[in-house]
């Protein structure tokens, strides 16, 4: 499944067609484009990466309880049809808020574990070390979608069926 995500993912990368950067000049203007484009392309591309890495993350013993409804909760999401991108949205960039969802329980598993174990088990450090970014570029870029995202997170996290939150976005 994640070797098919990422096979999908590359070829929309890689097409001519895609609407992905004009999508973003469009939302910030040509200037401010050039810092979002690439950093949110990557993102979207580590999506699979990121989901293994929280599966393997999963399996680890001793996890708060929080970590791992987030965990379980980032591929029940997306299975789920409901995005928080409208439905029009094209290409890669119809991605970025699952690529944002991703990123942030990758994240917050980081934050909310110990730090230095369960960094040890990570996989792709250069991984580790551009997830931060990628998420406050998405927050500049797309402020009311991660914001909805990061409120059903919350509501996970502390054990409430995010599904009605999900709904109501």
Avoid: C
């Avoid at 013993?61 to 299975?79: E, I, M």
């Avoid at 991660?146 to 996970?156: P, Q, W």
């Amino acid at each position: 499944m994640l070797r098919a995500l990422g096979e999908q993912l590359k070829l929309l990368a890689a097409d001519p067609k895609n609407h992905y950067a004009s999508t973003i000049r469009r939302l910030m203007g040509p200037r401010e484009a050039v810092r979002y484009g690439q950093p949110l392309r990557r993102m979207i591309l580590a999506m699979p990466a990121m989901i293994a890495q929280l599966r393997r993350w999963s399996d680890a013993s001793g996890l708060p309880p929080r970590v791992l409804r987030l965990q379980r909760f980032a591929l029940d999401y997306l299975y789920d049809p409901i995005d928080f991108l409208s439905a029009d949205g094209s290409g890669l960039f119809r991605y970025l808020d699952d690529a944002y969802l991703i990123a942030r329980i990758f994240h917050l598993s980081l934050a909310d574990t110990d730090g230095a174990g369960i960094r040890n088990l990570a996989d792709d450090k250069p991984l580790l070390e551009s997830v931060p970014e990628w998420i406050e570029l998405a927050k500049r870029l797309l402020p009311r979608e991660t914001s909805k995202i990061d409120a059903l997170l919350d509501e996970v996290a502390r054990g409430r069926d995010g599904r009605r939150t999900r709904r109501r976005a």
